[in-house]
């Protein structure tokens, strides 16, 4: 049921009932709002606010808060849709001790790759969902799942560890089919195997390995970049490489002399624009921005042309289909008619990795540049669109509609710092008396600078000051529809946090996520007026 108090119409003057993480006032979402903000975007690592172990609690909390039938949809939107990883798995291991059934409709749809089923396996054995043990129903899911997969399959789903593939073989003990999967398993687990029964593509392989003549066999990267290769062999990986593979090794195959062959800069740009390809590989358009800016593009284009190539440089024809690849990327995005005003969020929390920090391995890409990208994306879409970025105040920008997305992208993505406060745009064109018909916010929520005694707010706090009343996005939103009734509002959140700055209304619509789905839930909500996110997840088939 929903709460009434937040999706009371605007003339029921909402009430906040929550401090946010920044401490500023806020409206708290149902269970399965929350939830499905936290599975679409939280990655299980530590955010500007949150640490991984606090978004884990947040998780479990509101799981416990949901019926099992909307966490297994939910399970499959985070999957299908959102492209997530972690949570998907993490949903589904919610579901192992006493949604058994449930969990076997969801399964197959949720655990497409051996990345996945690792993940499924560790978030199972941490033991955060009930018993570490997987008992018989969840070991013969895996075991059936094993068993369904092809000989090369298993093999390349052997790369990674914690856990690995092999402990995945150890505790479920799947029984071999025949001969040469037997010593798959047995070579997989470190058991004596012979090498003439195995797979062909796991003894060309160890062949290689001993030999290192001749072309590099077709496997994953990962399981030949300890070995010692040469330019011949990395151009035969590079041939081979998938869509994700290639925009990963950009720079590893311009190191290796790769990108010399002017031939092998034709196959890769083509693949790297290649429509197909793309949707195929569920590529995030801040993924493609990672690429192109390790790429390091010439200084221009002139020089590129007029001196050699130097070891650093990356063929221009590369980085163009980068940009061709970020166009088809966010593609989805639906047209927006009227006057649209995008308000991308530039303040010093939206520094944060987009991933959240992971030891070793924390992503160079902020919130701030995939909130960039977003605004970049509708400003493209949009026949009069006005693009105006905010921190603690409005951040004043010229902005080129007719730039590429990258370039509008890397132009917004180049401010910000100092505090958040999300009103500030709409107070600027309530000031102007601006009309409009749609307003869109790309933010961490995350407001703290325009609510009132901000000075002493604190998580948790319940004093009378801190409670109570509007937010200020409210307030200056409630101003806007008053000149403008027919307006809508839609706020994209891009980190994992449960509070918002304006409830969902009929004229107000909060949905996060990465991916282009977001733009489906979008379209949705402008065509349709009882259309949420909610509903959207809730429709899913079992």
Same mark, same amino acid.
Request: aromatic share 8%; net charge positive.
């Given at each position: ?107 197959? %749809? ?144 311009? %190191? ?31 993924? =493609? ?76 890409? %902020? ?40 370039? =509008? ?9 100092? *505090? ?92 996060? *996520? ?29």
């Amino acid at each position: 049921m929903a709460n009434k108090k937040l999706f009371a119409s605007l003339g029921g003057e909402p009430m906040t009932d929550t401090i946010n993480e920044a401490g500023g006032k806020a409206y708290s979402l149902e269970s399965e709002e929350a939830l499905a903000q936290l599975a679409v975007t939280g990655c299980l690592n530590g955010t500007y606010y949150a640490s991984e172990e606090e978004q884990l609690n947040s998780v479990t909390e509101h799981i416990g808060k949901c019926k099992p039938e909307f966490v297994a949809k939910l399970a499959i939107y985070a999957r299908e849709k959102a492209f997530m990883k972690d949570m998907p798995a993490l949903l589904a291991a919610s579901l192992a001790h006493g949604n058994v059934e449930l969990l076997k409709k969801v399964f197959p %749809r949720i655990i497409d790759n051996g990345k996945m089923l690792r993940n499924f396996v560790q978030m199972i054995r941490s033991g955060k969902f009930g018993r570490k043990s997987f008992g018989t129903s969840i070991k013969n899911l895996i075991k059936n799942w094993i068993n369904g997969r092809d000989d090369k399959q298993i093999f390349f789903d052997s790369v990674g560890n914690d856990p690995s593939m092999a402990d995945v073989i150890k505790m479920v003990h799947p029984k071999p089919k025949n001969e040469i999967r037997n010593n798959l398993f047995a070579y997989l687990i470190g058991k004596k195997f012979d090498l003439e029964k195995l797979p062909k593509v796991v003894h060309d392989f160890e062949k290689y390995k001993k030999e290192k003549t001749g072309e590099a066999p077709n496997v994953p990267f990962q399981m030949l970049t300890s070995l010692d290769l040469g330019t011949e062999q990395w151009t035969t990986i590079a041939k081979n490489a998938g869509w994700q593979m290639t925009r990963m090794n950009l720079n590893t195959f311009s %190191r290796h002399g790769v990108l010399k062959d002017k031939k092998m800069v034709e196959l890769i740009a083509k693949r790297l624009g290649d429509e197909a390809e793309i949707k195929k590989a569920r590529v995030f358009p801040y993924q =493609i921005m990672m690429a192109y800016k390790a790429a390091n593009p010439p200084r221009s284009r002139l020089d590129s042309y007029l001196e050699p190539d130097t070891k650093d440089d990356m063929p221009r024809k590369i980085t163009d289909a980068l940009q061709d690849a970020m166009e088809i990327a966010v593609s989805n995005i639906p047209a927006f008619d009227g006057k649209v005003f995008v308000f991308p969020d530039v303040s010093g929390s939206m520094s944060s990795p987009i991933t959240g920090h992971r030891k070793g391995s924390t992503t160079a890409v %902020r919130c701030i540049d995939a909130a960039a990208l977003v605004a970049a994306a509708i400003m493209r879409k949009a026949k009069d669109a006005c693009v105006i970025p905010f921190e603690q105040s409005v951040v004043n920008l010229k902005i080129n509609p007719r730039d590429s997305i990258m370039t =509008i992208a890397e132009t917004i993505g180049s401010v910000g710092g100092g *505090g958040t406060n999300c009103s500030a745009p709409l107070a600027l064109i309530n000031k102007k008396n601006e009309t409009g018909d749609l307003i869109v916010y790309i933010s961490d929520n995350e407001s703290w600078v325009d609510t009132a005694g901000a000075s002493h707010l604190g998580r948790g706090c319940g004093c009378l000051t801190c409670r109570g009343g509007r937010t200020s996005t409210v307030n200056e939103w409630m101003k806007f529809k008053k000149r403008n009734p027919k307006a809508k509002m839609v706020c994209i959140d891009i980190q994992a946090y449960d509070t918002v700055q304006a409830p969902n209304s009929r004229d107000i619509l909060n949905v996060g *996520g990465f991916s282009d789905s977001v733009f489906d839930v979008i379209a949705r909500f402008l065509g349709e007026p009882d259309a949420n996110w909610v509903k959207i997840i809730e429709e899913i088939k079992l």
